[in-house]
């Protein structure tokens, strides 16, 4: 399994990354398969630096945050109208409500909304697949329904923490995986508000307690230096890690 990081700023889009998007390509049944992790806001338009936006097979949107979600917008416009016709439907999972959700955003009635460009598919307990890839989502801590994944192909899974505070839902996205992609949104010296975002410490820590392989932090502000939360992780795991960076590339 490869894995791209198209976008990684946190909160927002930054100087030097769109917000979070990330993509998951593995070989199978003859071709390559390529699912979108999020595609928030300025992610679309960095996508086409890496692939073909057409050439995406499914999306997957932890909640419904505009960081998260917002770029299905631009992606809708591309396949509706796009000159060599309207696109096939594709699979967008994501929370209940998500079709509705982004009929809102681009000001349409929720019928049709998107859903003759998209096949929205709500999250549940049941893992499911696309081509060779096997996805379980786990509800995790954040003001809004919200759920970290685990994705396994090729014998090899990610961990992603979507957005959340640490919890039980945390540790087992995180359990035992090759890489955890864990978001880094707040720094440990401040006062922070619970049940919202992860410190270093708490990326490393949750890598520690589960076993993972590998820690990648993500979804850091712009207005925080990323180097803090580097810092911060090391003191809580031993393992290596690194700063999520857009065109990064890990092979699992």
């Not at 014998?155 to 955890?180: F, H, K, N």
């Not at 949104?185 to 392989?213: K, V, Y």
Request: overall charge negative.
């Amino acid at each position: 399994m490869k894995l791209t990081v198209i976008g990684c700023s946190g909160s927002y889009p930054g100087p030097d990354s769109a917000a979070s998007c990330y993509l998951l390509e593995q070989e199978a049944l003859g071709r390559t398969w390529r699912v979108l992790l999020e595609l928030g806001n300025g992610a679309l338009g960095h996508l086409h630096r890496y692939v073909d936006p057409l050439g995406i097979d499914a999306v997957l949107v932890s909640h419904l945050h505009a960081d998260h979600c917002l770029d299905l917008c631009g992606y809708y416009v591309m396949r509706k109208y796009h000159p060599t016709g309207p696109q096939p439907r594709i699979p967008v999972f994501g929370p209940d409500g998500t079709a509705d959700r982004m009929a809102r955003a681009y000001d349409l009635p929720t019928d049709p909304g998107m859903t003759e460009e998209f096949d929205f598919r709500a999250f549940t307990e049941e893992p499911f697949e696309v081509g060779p890839f096997s996805v379980v989502a786990v509800p995790v801590e954040h003001p809004v329904t919200a759920y970290g994944l685990r994705i396994t192909a090729g014998g090899a899974t990610v961990g992603y923490s979507g957005d959340t505070g640490p919890c039980e839902g945390l540790d087992r996205v995180a359990s035992e995986v090759q890489l955890l992609l864990a978001e880094a949104s707040f720094r440990s010296e401040d006062d922070n508000p619970p049940d919202l975002h992860l410190t270093g410490t708490d990326c490393g820590a949750a890598a520690t307690r589960a076993g993972a392989e590998r820690l990648v932090l993500t979804h850091i502000p712009p207005w925080f230096d990323r180097q803090t939360a580097l810092t911060e992780a090391r003191t809580s795991y031993a393992g290596p890690v690194e700063l999520a960076r857009p065109g990064a590339v890990y092979e699992l």
